[in-house]
């Protein structure tokens, strides 16, 4: 018979830590302005941690011991209340993350990283993605930057992607734009699901070309006036970037005015090719060239884009700012009817054909022309005051939810519809909170999904609309 007593052990280790029994280690953790001493013990230090083994194993470890055996150490871009958390962790095998910031908590993971603590990063990177995704969807380019040149930590460096792509002014608007290294802006580029129009992805890196250039030399901000060398510079700092942008999907105004005044840094071949193709229809091209594509759920839809359909999502199911999702929602719209300018009442039709048996669809209509006021939604049979959510105006009958988009009135009384079936889905790799997250058994459970829809489809979009208590965003860290 065998047993084990961890806890035990790591109480008592624990003791040792904060007893300072027969230590000969000092470590001072943090800047000179804010630093704190840690005594420890080398034995425990190389036995938990590679990083320390392989530091106390150097050459040069002799010249760091003083008269007294005490190794000192200094670890000054490590704050001291997360060296605190890694050496407790080193000690104990505990780690507590309870009230701690997003902030603090990606340091940890940069220092277990440092330090080679590798079940302690995975384990840190986990709950960073899980349980503080407000902080990541503040700083995502921050973020990946920082870990750009690391070669762990893929699912954080994926999620930050994922994140920027799908709003790529996080990263073309940032403050420190022009200062982002040639690597992440080719990262980037390289992506097919960039959400940007390609005349726009081209400003923004002449924009941040021009910052490169003029960092040596003064530009004037008409290209026109600049000589032969500015062009030359120019295109030596983007010339890895140049050919990761889609050229043909420009439209042939925008090239004209937007790419024509720096068109000599192209290259000859691109620049005929180019021109071929604006200028004889149905000329191939040579050179290889697909338009972005979103990487999403797939919508059949007319009338909406992706960003709708996430904003729905996050409606349906009361997102707040922290846990929103960002990009793959868990509900797939299934088409079952689209209509275009067909006559509508919505007063009869919505309530009549819709009614409580289809209770997991959502009727989209677009261009609604009616003879109601502005702002107005149509609840139980009456029409009542109501203010559109983010470019929506929603109502309700029964379990139903209706969408209405871009109201524009006058005596026609047409409109053109989709109307789709709401099912519930399992997603992986969205930004949600710990508590939002439904194990994959439950959603096989039949009970399981109608219940799910009538609380999502009916209480929580009703309770938005027509009022009652929202949660609450926690408030924004005070970070970075």
Same mark, same amino acid.
């Given at each position: 018979?065998?047993?084990?007593?961890?806890?035990?052990?790591?109480?008592?280790?624990?003791?040792?830590?904060?007893?300072?029994?027969?230590?000969?280690?000092?470590?001072?953790?943090?800047?000179?302005?804010?630093?704190?001493?840690?005594?420890?013990?080398?034995?425990?230090?190389?036995?938990?941690?590679?990083?320390?083994?392989?530091?106390?194993?150097?050459?040069?470890?002799?010249?760091?011991?003083?008269?007294?055996?005490?190794?000192?150490?200094?670890?000054?871009?490590?704050?001291?209340?997360?060296?605190?958390?890694?050496?407790?962790?080193?000690?104990?095998?505990?780690?507590?993350?309870?009230?701690?910031?997003?902030?603090?908590?990606?340091?940890?993971?940069?220092?277990?990283?440092?330090?080679?603590?590798?079940?302690?990063?995975?384990?840190?990177?986990?709950?960073?993605?899980?349980? =503080?995704?407000?902080?990541?969807? $503040?700083? !995502?380019?921050?973020? %990946?930057?920082? +870990? @750009?040149?690391? #070669?762990?930590? &893929?699912?954080?460096?994926?999620?930050?992607?994922?994140?920027?792509?799908?709003?790529?002014?996080?990263?073309? =608007?940032?403050?420190?734009?022009? $200062?982002? !290294?040639?690597?992440? %802006?080719?990262? +980037? @580029?390289?992506? #097919?699901?960039? &959400?940007?129009?390609?005349?726009?992805?081209?400003?923004?890196?002449?924009?941040?070309?021009?910052?490169?250039?003029?960092?040596?030399?003064?530009?004037?901000?008409?290209?026109?006036?600049?000589?032969?060398?500015?062009?030359?510079?120019?295109?030596?700092?983007?010339?890895?970037?140049?050919?990761?942008?889609?050229?043909?999907?420009?439209?042939?105004?925008?090239?004209?005015?937007?790419?024509?005044?720096?068109?000599?840094?192209?290259?000859?071949?691109?620049?005929?090719?180019?021109?071929?193709?604006?200028?004889?229809?149905?000329?191939?091209?040579?050179?290889?060239?697909?338009?972005?594509?979103?990487?999403?759920?797939?919508?059949?839809?007319?009338?909406?884009?992706?960003?709708?359909?996430?904003?729905?999502?996050?409606?349906?199911?009361?997102?707040?700012?922290?846990?929103?999702?960002?990009?793959?929602?868990?509900?797939?719209?299934?088409?079952?009817?689209?209509?275009?300018?067909?006559?509508?009442?919505?007063?009869?039709?919505?309530?009549?054909?819709?009614?409580?048996?289809?209770?997991?669809?959502?009727?989209?209509?677009?261009?609604?022309?009616?003879?109601?006021?502005?702002?107005?939604?149509?609840?139980?049979?009456?029409?009542?005051?109501?203010?559109?959510?983010?470019?929506?105006?929603?109502?309700?009958?029964?379990?139903?939810?209706?969408?209405?988009?871009?109201?524009?009135?006058?005596?026609?009384?047409?409109?053109?519809?989709?109307?789709?079936?709401?099912?519930?889905?399992?997603?992986?790799?969205?930004?949600?909170?710990?508590?939002?997250?439904?194990?994959?058994?439950?959603?096989?459970?039949?009970?399981?999904?109608?219940?799910?829809?009538?609380?999502?489809?009916?209480?929580?979009?009703?309770?938005?609309?027509?009022?009652?208590?929202?949660?609450?965003?926690?408030?924004?860290?005070?970070?970075?």
């Amino acid at each position: 018979m065998s047993s084990t007593f961890y806890s035990e052990l790591s109480s008592n280790l624990g003791l040792l830590l904060n007893n300072d029994v027969e230590y000969n280690v000092v470590i001072r953790a943090g800047d000179d302005a804010d630093y704190k001493e840690f005594h420890a013990h080398s034995i425990i230090l190389r036995s938990r941690s590679p990083y320390f083994q392989n530091l106390f194993t150097s050459s040069q470890i002799k010249e760091i011991k003083d008269q007294n055996d005490i190794f000192t150490f200094k670890f000054p871009s490590i704050n001291k209340n997360v060296f605190q958390t890694i050496l407790n962790y080193i000690y104990t095998g505990n780690i507590d993350f309870t009230n701690k910031q997003g902030e603090e908590i990606f340091y940890t993971l940069f220092a277990s990283y440092k330090f080679s603590l590798d079940a302690l990063t995975k384990f840190t990177e986990n709950h960073l993605i899980e349980n =503080h995704s407000e902080y990541l969807r $503040k700083y !995502p380019v921050e973020i %990946l930057q920082s +870990i @750009l040149n690391t #070669d762990t930590f &893929n699912d954080l460096r994926v999620l930050c992607l994922d994140t920027i792509c799908y709003k790529p002014k996080l990263l073309f =608007h940032a403050n420190n734009f022009a $200062k982002l !290294p040639a690597l992440l %802006l080719e990262i +980037i @580029l390289k992506r #097919d699901d960039l &959400n940007l129009v390609e005349i726009e992805i081209w400003e923004n890196l002449i924009k941040w070309g021009v910052a490169q250039v003029s960092r040596q030399i003064i530009l004037s901000d008409n290209p026109n006036e600049w000589t032969k060398e500015n062009f030359i510079e120019l295109e030596r700092k983007i010339h890895n970037l140049i050919p990761l942008v889609r050229f043909y999907e420009i439209s042939s105004e925008d090239y004209f005015k937007k790419v024509g005044p720096y068109e000599v840094i192209l290259p000859k071949e691109l620049k005929h090719d180019i021109l071929q193709f604006h200028m004889v229809p149905g000329h191939p091209s040579k050179i290889k060239s697909s338009p972005r594509v979103l990487k999403s759920n797939k919508f059949d839809s007319e009338l909406l884009n992706q960003e709708h359909f996430i904003a729905l999502a996050n409606l349906i199911d009361n997102k707040n700012e922290e846990s929103a999702y960002i990009k793959n929602i868990p509900y797939n719209f299934k088409l079952v009817e689209r209509k275009n300018n067909s006559s509508f009442d919505p007063s009869r039709c919505v309530l009549k054909k819709f009614g409580p048996n289809n209770s997991n669809s959502f009727v989209i209509v677009y261009n609604i022309q009616v003879n109601y006021c502005v702002g107005k939604y149509i609840h139980r049979g009456k029409i009542e005051k109501c203010a559109p959510i983010k470019d929506f105006t929603f109502i309700t009958s029964g379990l139903n939810v209706h969408l209405y988009k871009n109201f524009k009135f006058n005596s026609r009384r047409t409109a053109s519809r989709e109307i789709f079936q709401v099912e519930k889905v399992i997603i992986t790799n969205t930004l949600e909170i710990k508590d939002d997250k439904v194990r994959d058994a439950d959603y096989k459970n039949e009970d399981y999904k109608d219940r799910i829809s009538k609380i999502s489809l009916v209480r929580r979009v009703t309770t938005e609309i027509f009022g009652g208590k929202k949660a609450k965003s926690p408030k924004d860290d005070d970070d970075w």
